[in-house]
């Protein structure tokens, strides 16, 4: 038999990060995370669930305790759709969709999900090619997501490309806004009032 | 009145069929519609994935334009229609933000000042199946109705975002204003308790086997119910719903073949527009009606 090694299952309280749930609950929408009361509404109408490592409502049980790492590498908050089921049911109004965003954007900011997946590729991508030109062009988005995750997957999907493209439902030309430096103006305004603050993104409720 | 179109990225896409049966519809309804000039992506859920006060400042810039194309018009809201569910709920989204969130709205509003820009909250974020509906109202649709859709079951599908989270024009859980328009165009509608069950969003894109499942349930129940079209009010939807259907029946080992059409195609229909000018033959599973 060989050597057992044994495992610590639970987390102590000194390996916890006790302001990240303090984090989240400062951004838009995030204001009554602490208000939960742990009832798994969430859960039980949330479509997707049923393919995630922890449910919601455990998300946000372990945000607010602090188990920064396990909630933004877990696959629930990328599986989120945001449909607003949970949203709309929560008996105590927290907006549990704004929470996903908010931890998505922890998780891209600090840069902890596998490189090729597909999600987090997608937003980035998406994010980028906006930002650029103002509009998203689908043919090119997915070309680039597929490069960056899985290249094979351009020859599976081909067919699926060129069914919409004799319906005259993809465009091959990348689309754009006439006035770019408009809109890039706009976003670099936001980044430099953002910059030096650690919640880059985050906002604080003073209305 | 005229109405302030917001066509969004995917409209003129792979949701080409939506814009033109809309714009074809209003036209036919004697509604003026302009585009918004200059329009930039919404940002859909993906940017605010990735920076939340860059993608409210990203769709702030288009309420911007349309209050800006609008000066003169002090007291009334200015309709701004937006017929993809995501940009809907994203516009929709930032107008409430800015005016709940008094940080939100200063700070954004700061950013739109360095290009010249700035938002007054002046916009009303509207769906077509609103417009539709209450504003231009089911009578004056059935006075335009020439080819009933007599004996068409349709089931009509809200998905996510046009409902939830903020419901201003119907319930959250059980819409109606979908059945009661193809009422007035002379259709059926099947009881489909799935209405509002997500699609699956662009899942169907990044982890296929969880996307196709979503959209199969949904498939597969409508059929149930005995549904010959499902009429969608989203361009993802749509898209999802119907470009999906052999990879569905590749991965389910069961064909589900059932037309998924624009609500717009279908008004169009039973205005006796054409099937050209209504998108019609870019659909994957072509909607046959019956002779007469």
């Known amino acids: 038999m060989p050597d057992q090694r044994f495992q610590r299952t639970i987390k102590y309280e000194a390996e916890l990060d006790p302001g990240f749930g303090r984090e989240v609950a400062a951004s838009p929408g995030g204001e009554s995370l602490h208000a939960c009361i742990q009832c798994g509404t969430c859960s039980g109408t949330c479509p997707l669930s049923v393919y995630m490592d922890y449910t919601p409502r455990r998300i946000i049980a372990m945000t607010r305790a602090g188990f920064k790492d396990e909630v933004l590498r877990s696959d629930t908050i990328w599986l989120c759709a945001s449909c607003y089921s949970c949203t709309v049911e929560c008996p105590k109004q927290i907006k549990i969709t704004d929470v996903m965003y908010a931890l998505k954007q922890k998780a891209i900011e600090e840069k902890v999900y596998a490189k090729r997946f597909t999600i987090p590729v997608l937003a980035r991508e998406f994010y980028a090619g906006v930002k650029k030109r103002g509009r998203n062009t689908e043919s090119w988005l997915m070309t680039n997501v597929m490069l960056k995750t899985n290249p094979f997957d351009l020859f599976r999907q081909s067919g699926l490309g060129l069914a919409l493209f004799i319906r005259g439902r993809m465009g091959i030309r990348a689309e754009s806004i006439r006035k770019t430096g408009e809109l890039r103006k706009i976003l670099q305004a936001v980044e430099e009032e953002t910059r030096g603050n650690p919640a880059a993104s985050g906002v604080k409720e003073t209305s | ?292």
């Open chain 2, 1 to 292: 009145m005229r109405y302030l179109y917001y066509p969004g990225c995917s409209l003129k896409g792979a949701g080409k069929p939506y814009e033109e049966s809309f714009l074809a519809v209003l036209q036919a309804l004697g509604v003026e519609s302009e585009e918004l000039p200059d329009w930039n992506c919404c940002g859909a859920t993906a940017y605010m994935a990735v920076n939340e006060l860059q993608a409210f400042a990203l769709a702030a810039r288009n309420l911007a334009i349309a209050e800006a194309r609008n000066a003169q018009q002090k007291t009334e809201p200015i309709p701004l229609v937006a017929p993809c569910s995501a940009c809907y709920l994203v516009l929709s989204k930032t107008h409430r933000y800015m005016e709940e969130y008094g940080d939100v709205r200063g700070r954004i509003n700061r950013a739109l000042g360095a290009a010249g820009l700035q938002y007054e909250g002046r916009v009303r974020v509207e769906h077509p199946l609103d417009t539709f509906v209450n504003t231009i109202g089911l009578g004056k649709i059935a006075e335009r109705v020439t080819a009933p859709l007599s004996g068409l079951r349709v089931a009509c599908y809200y998905g996510c975002q046009i409902v939830r989270p903020y419901a201003t024009f119907d319930d959250q859980h059980n819409p109606s204003s979908m059945e009661r328009l193809l009422g007035a165009l002379g259709a059926e509608t099947v009881d489909w308790p799935l209405k509002t069950r997500c699609c699956g969003g662009s899942l169907s894109g990044t982890i296929r086997e969880v996307g196709l499942r979503l959209c199969q349930i949904l498939l597969k129940e409508a059929r149930k119910r005995g549904a010959d079209v499902i009429a969608t009010v989203c361009p993802l939807c749509q898209f999802n719903l119907e470009c999906f259907q052999n990879k569905i029946r590749d991965q389910f080992g069961e064909t589900i073949e059932l037309p998924v059409v624009y609500f717009t195609q279908l008004m169009g229909l039973a205005f006796g527009l054409s099937e050209k000018t209504l998108g019609m033959q870019r659909l994957f599973v072509p909607l046959k009606l019956a002779a007469g």
